[in-house]
């Protein structure tokens, strides 16, 4: 096992790399501050419940990885939301074989970063780590400072994307553990509506760590709805930061469905920068055998009259371990704020940790807040109504656990990302011992 | 009328968190009869019905209980749902994200499996179940909802006749299926559960007013006051416990 400093060590080889990108100032400001970074250990509050474990006994950073693929096994996997456009990208590498965007990218809706003109250029250098400081977190500086490729989606004016956008990170890798880094900027100008999805997936075993950073920035009256499904291989390890920044009058909504892995982080940070902006975070988290998953939200309301509403459920069974930790932070002048934050969660065995913390911090005196968190087993008053209609015990506790956990499913907005969840989620539950008659009753 | 009782309470005595709530309670209920159990708030009603379907909160102190010739208190409360016993909630639970559909289908397979019977295939017991929801004058949409998920009190009560319709048990046991109900729900439900009369079946039907009885005809009434049966007549005992209130009995 390596110490935290040998960690920074390998990972501060990736930075020295040369970018093609010489037009683009942020990776030289995130290498200065990577430079001045520790690596978070069990004494760094945010990641006091999130050892780096999986790191610290790897060498995932000694190399980047292949962007080599088994082309029909990874179609199947990234094939099944129909009409959308598409970018695969394969341990962070766009895979042009696998992707479908060429409306888009004629429109000039969606760009690599290599591709970018002038005006893309200004705006990538305008708007990227601008949501984020990344000297707040260490991945996140390892991340720009690292930078080769990206994507840019940007709404025009008024812009309203007909087809969801579906942007798929598929990790593999049979020998070395490798790194793989991506990172997308969404921009929507005033006005502008999009539809994203976010598809982190794996093909089999993956020793891969992977490292994303999505940032998002509204204009005015712009909406996004965003849907995240990270459902990779237990093997993976993933620390992933999403960034928000909402002007006057817009609208984020995001709805995640996150399976635990050998190491997954999830940052999620959204600044209200305009009045009358609207969030909404729905999202469930599952993690069984040793996996662990850790989500740390942050809801910065720094002006008046913007809600908010995050509902997180959590379902944490064998001995796997979670972390929620959300906070809202109502500054001084964010008066007429209404936020609401929970976190509901099923703690299914004994050997299973959950170490929940819901923060609100308020400097204002005239808003609507509330959070939240809970722990609970399945209801008795629940099994019995299953039992008292001819339901075996086993059934009605898997078919609660289902419904619990289908409830924040069913609200994703698009019926193909629901079936594709549906049919994962099953997949999940079958190996959970006391859950194997689930997937049989869809 | 056939000689052997459907089923047979005989002193039975029950309690929750070492309080007695049922004070030897004795009750015999033959094939195609009809019993009102009527009662003040609070006099055991619910308990009778839970301890009947085998909720474990309740502890059985003593006496018996026979369903059908068997001990009852041998069976698990899914056994006794398939051998025939249904009772409808007087407060159902919501089970978000179970759709209602799902959770019927669920339910009927365990209970025809049971019986010997073939399952239902997916189109049959869909078109099975709209059948049922336009009898009970309830929307075919209301099948893909969360079971019991924002409905509305009445829309609860008839989602538990839309499941014994269903299920076609043998006893059925109805805890205040009219409490909340307006007038025309009420004929509804109540027209619901004729439907399943007959011959075999016997019925139980818990209520605090007589009103329902007006529709639900009883062969017997019995009341209940502290755990107790304390009378027990014709339907005619109902309309005088209506006009004279509980106080007469107590
Ligand atoms: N789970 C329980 N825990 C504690 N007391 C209970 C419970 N269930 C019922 N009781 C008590 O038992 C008595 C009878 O209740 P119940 O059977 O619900 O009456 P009814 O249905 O006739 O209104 C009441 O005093 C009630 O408070
Ligand atoms: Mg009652």
Known sequence: MMTPN???????????????????????????TFAELDMPTRKTEAWKYTPLTALLNNTYLEQTAEGAVDESAAADRVGQLGDV??????NGRLHPNLSSYSDLENQGVITLFSNAND????LINAELGTAFEPQQHVFAALNYGSIDEGVLIQAPTDFKVQQPIQLVYLSTSEGQSALAQSRVLVYGAAGSSLELIEQYDSLGDTNVFHNHMTEISL?????????????????????????????????????????????????????????????????????KHKQHIDNHLNLEHGVPHCNS????????????????????HIHKHAQKTEAHLNNKNLLLSKQAELDTKPELEIYADDVKCSHGASIGKLDDKSLF?????????????????????????????????????????AEFFNDVDKLNHLWTLE | MSKTPLLEVKDLVAAVDGKTILNGISLTVYPGEVHAIMGPNGSGKSTLSNVLAGREDYEVVSGSVTFKGNNLFELEPEERAREGIFLAFQYPVEIPGVSNMQFLKASVDAVRKHRGLEELDAPTFMKLAREHCKELKLKPE?????????????????????QMAL??????????????????????????????????????VVTHYQRLLNYIVPDYVHVLADGKIVKSGGRELALELEEKGYSWIQ
Request: overall charge negative; glycine content about 8%.
């Open chain 2, 167 to 204: 299920l076609e048990p043998s006893l059925a046991l109805l805890d205040e299926t009219d409490s909340g109900l307006d007038i025309d729900a009420l004929q509804v439900a109540a027209e619901g559960v004729n439907a399943l009369r007959n011959e075999e079946r016997g019925l139980i």
């Open chain 1, 85 to 90: 456009s598409r970018l695969v990208f394969v």
């Open chain 2, 142 to 162: 209301f099948l893909k909802r969360g079971v019991n998920e924002g409905f509305s009190g009445g829309e609860k009560k008839r989602n538990e006749i839309l």
């Open chain 1, 119 to 122: 005006a893309q250029r200004e």
């Open chain 1, 219 to 287: 204009q005015a009256n712009a909406r996004l709805t965003h849907m995240r499904l990270q459902m990779e291989h237990e093997s993976l390890s993933h620390v992933n930061g999403l960034h928000v920044k909402l002007a006057d009058g817009s609208h984020y909504e995001q709805h995640a469905l996150a399976f635990g892995s050998a190491l997954k982080r999830n940052d999620i940070n959204v600044n209200f920068n305009g009045s009358n902006a609207y969030c909404r975070l729905n999202g469930v988290f599952l993690s």
């Open chain 1, 6 to 32: 040998e960690l920074k060590q390998q990972a501060q080889q990736r930075l020295q790399q040369q970018t093609s990108l010489e037009w683009l100032s942020l990776p030289a400001k995130a290498q200065a």
């Open chain 1, 309 to 328: 509403d995050t509902v997180y459920k959590g379902f944490i069974t064998d001995s796997s371990r979670a972390v929620f930790n959300g906070r809202i």
């Open chain 1, 385 to 425: 109504y299953f039992q008292s209609r001819g339901i075996d015990r086993a059934t009605a506790e898997a078919m609660l656990c289902l419904g619990f956990v289908n409830e924040m499913v069913e609200q994703f907005p698009n019926e193909a990302v629901i079936d594709l969840a549906r049919q994962r989620l």
